[in-house]
């Protein structure tokens, strides 16, 4: 699905192999085919019946989010050569990973991703809602949003999954200020996925027609971004269209921290976690240079700077789908949700200040559950992980809380689960995780605007503000 990418019936994009069904995304179709695939159908039944509240004009990108949350799909492996250009004056590729051309339910990653969730899991218990920690202020009506990004000036741009990109200032109407629906796919994990505002330029990332991941950046005017003058600074050949990355972070650093996901399929296809630092399922740090147009370089102190093209971009590898990840504004840290496959939500905090590298476990663990036999050197354990108990599927990374308004949250991570539509917040002095709220958003990104204050995105009904109650 869109932010969880939990399954789905890949269809080929780019690079051949696939041979799973292809699945219409129409509402009744894909309720069809969530019942009839999913692999814990307790929660495909109750997940579908919730929808049923949704406005109507959503009810279908919602279906599809949610079905393809659910659809089962089988996956492989195989080696991989990923490239990449050096040129100051070419957007980087990345190209995709490859897999054995054998059926996809035949692997085991497949039949792995389609068990079912033993009850011990060693996972963390999160305190369910009592009454609401937080209150909700929706301060912007926008369908499908996605995300986020404030510009200094107090303007913060909007953007649909489908590619509309509003301007909006609190308390004024959203104004669309560039449309770039004609050119982005919309399937599954696909769409208008990140946006961030620097040096005058919005970037955004996004999937367009050919089901690759585009990474742009628009010169901002008086008028608001200038299409005429894009520039295109990072292209990664997706393989599925699934887990195809979502934020763009600019770090304490000063550089441009993005992902791009594990290539989709279920129980992780295309086993990146087994290449070392492959592009894929990693966590990628960019120098950025802007002379006089933005440019993207791999960070010359990259923990695999100079070995095979394409690792020199990675970070931290051994990723599943790193949708959100955020930088704690007074410590640096680094706090990266990984969404999981039938059974664990994780997050990981990696220290600010760190020297990258480090494996955070994918596809031999998911979170701290043993998935694949595949032994690994070392990896990184999750902060916090949790199971997919009262309805959660998916967790949506958010932010360390350095706010004023509300004291109680100062220093505890923010985050969200789509599926529950549940803020809940984690207290790293103690290790309590515990909701905050529930059921009002569905919650797909979270933005922290110059006041300190925290928005969430919801794809349902727009941008939202974390009040006191
Ligand atoms: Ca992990």
């Known amino acids: 699905m869109f932010p969880g990418g939990k399954a789905g019936a890949n269809r080929l994009t780019r690079s051949g192999g696939y041979r799973s069904a292809e699945v219409d995304i129409t509402p009744m179709v894909a309720a ?43 996956c492989g492996s195989s080696e ?16 995709a990973p490859t897999r054995p051309d054998i059926p996809w339910d035949e692997t085991p990653e497949h039949l792995r991703a389609n068990e079912r969730c033993p009850d011990d899991l060693p996972v963390d218990s999160i305190v369910p809602l009592d009454s609401p920690k937080v209150a909700l202020t929706r301060v912007a009506e926008i369908a ?26 609190e308390g004024r109407e959203p104004q669309l200020v560039l449309d770039l629906a004609s050119v982005t796919t919309t399937e599954r994990d696909q769409g208008l996925l990140g946006l961030n505002v620097a040096n005058g330029y919005l970037f955004v990332n996004r999937t367009d027609l050919e089901g690759d991941s585009v990474v742009e ?101 051994g990723l599943r789908h790193a949708y959100r ?12 949700a990984d969404v999981g496959q039938q059974c664990v939500e994780e997050v990981t905090m990696l220290p600010g200040g760190g020297i990258g590298g480090e494996h955070l476990g994918w596809n031999a663990f998911e979170g701290n559950r043993p998935f694949m036999d595949q032994p690994l050197d070392s990896h990184t354990t999750p902060t916090f992980s949790y199971d997919h108990r009262d309805g ?17 949250l100062n220093g505890k991570y923010v985050f969200g689960d789509f599926c529950a539509r549940a803020l809940i917040a984690f207290d790293p002095e103690t290790g309590v995780l515990e909701e905050l709220e529930k059921d009002t958003v569905s919650p797909v990104g979270f933005v922290v605007g110059a006041d300190g204050s925290l928005y969430v995105v919801d794809l349902v009904a727009g941008i939202w503000r974390v009040d006191p109650v």
């Not at 949704?54 to 279908?60: G, T």
């Not at 499908?144 to 200032?169: K, Q």
């Not at 990072?234 to 993005?258: A, C, K, M, W």
Request: glycine fraction near 10%; proline fraction near 7%.
């Open 32 to 74: 069809d085919a969530a019942h009839s695939t999913c692999p814990r159908f307790d929660l495909c039944a109750y997940r579908l019946v919730r929808i049923s509240a949704y406005p109507a004009r959503m009810f279908r990108s919602v279906v599809a989010l949610i079905a393809g949350s659910l659809m089962v799909a089988a």
């Open 80 to 95: 991989t050569v990923p490239t990449s250009t050096s040129s100051p004056d070419v957007a980087i590729e990345v190209a």
């Open 144 to 169: 499908e949003a996605s995300a986020l990004a404030f510009a200094p000036n107090g303007t913060a741009f909007v953007g649909t999954r489908s590619g509309s990109i509003f301007s909006w200032v």
């Open 217 to 317: 950046a628009y010169p901002l005017m008086d008028t608001g971004p200038e299409a005429s003058q894009v520039v295109e600074l990072l292209r990664t050949d997706q393989p599925s269209r699934e887990h195809n990355g979502g934020d763009i972070v600019f770090g304490p650093d000063g550089h441009l921290y993005l992902t791009v996901g594990d290539g989709g399929g279920q129980g992780g296809a295309f086993i990146t976690g087994r290449q070392e630092a492959h592009a894929f399922g990693s966590l990628l740090r960019f120098a950025i240079s802007f002379d006089p147009t933005p440019v993207l370089r791999a960070a010359p102190d990259n923990p695999f700077a100079g070995s095979t093209p394409g690792s020199d971009y990675t970070w931290v590898w």
């Open 325 to 336: 990840f955020s930088f704690d504004s007074a410590t640096g840290d680094l706090w990266i």
């Open 392 to 408: 959660r599927c998916a967790v949506i990374g958010g932010h360390v809380y350095r706010g004023r308004a509300l004291p109680d």
